[in-house]
């Protein structure tokens, strides 16, 4: 069974430029969610999608948004990077997104913004 | 809202020591548990997770937690550390907002194994 897909791995990009992430999620499962992670921060929630709806989000700005696709393959974007936003981005699959079955999560993709 | 406070940022012990990594939650409903595991430059990997049912906890690698709910704990530990188990752990509580589910992680918790 193949795990959670994140790509790209690494990520470099100038400050006011936008970036895209993208996550394909165990098969069968529908829930999607994403966690940025920093030294300063930790792990912080930033949105999950399930069935291709927002069903919570975090406490970020709006420059940070996404969406997920009938096959379950969500996609983060970033606008208007800021320096600030360099981190680690982790994607984690579930079947329902409640926890009762777990989440399962991807390798990460670096983000640097220079 | 629920919250999880991982006491002690960094751990060290001797290999083939007990290895007792210390997590307390707050939830004012049954909650979900959660111990993770990561290695640099990796995503987290699951240790285990407590739902429902039996509150001694088996996971991967040796690992074991108790659902403690009348102490709000959930510490993690492991009978003898080995080298390999050096990481960052990480206790998460999956909590339910009224607009849906999100897991709340601790600061982490650093565990250095010595020979």
């Known amino acids: 069974k193949a795990g959670v897909t994140q790509t790209p791995r690494y990520l470099i990009k100038t400050r006011g430029q936008q970036v895209t992430l993208s996550c394909s999620p165990i098969s069968g499962h529908r829930s999607v969610s994403w966690y940025q992670q920093t030294p300063g921060q930790g792990l912080q929630f930033l949105f999950e999608y399930f069935s291709e709806t927002q069903r919570n989000k975090g406490n970020f700005p709006g420059r940070f948004s996404g969406r997920q696709f009938s096959n379950s393959r969500s996609e983060m974007n970033v606008s208007t990077l800021e320096l600030g936003d360099s981190a680690l981005y982790l994607c984690?699959?579930?079947?329902?997104?409640?926890?009762?079955?777990?989440?399962?999560f991807g390798s990460g993709t670096r983000l640097t913004v220079v | 809202a629920q919250s999880v406070t991982q006491l002690g940022s960094h751990v060290s012990v001797s290999e083939g020591a007990l290895v007792l990594l210390r997590c307390n939650y707050s939830s004012s409903v049954p909650p979900y548990l959660f111990w993770y595991v990561q290695y640099p430059n990796q995503g987290l990997q699951l240790l285990l997770k407590y739902t429902t049912g039996a509150t001694l906890v088996k996971g991967i690698n040796g690992f074991e937690a108790e659902f403690k709910k009348s102490e709000t704990s959930f510490h993690l530990t492991k009978p003898s550390a080995h080298m390999s188990d050096a990481a960052e752990y990480f206790c998460a509580v999956s909590s339910n907002s009224n607009s849906g589910y999100a897991l709340n992680f601790g600061k982490g918790t650093s565990l250095l194994v010595t020979p």
């Open positions: 984690a699959s579930s079947l329902d997104g409640q926890g009762r079955y777990g989440y399962t």
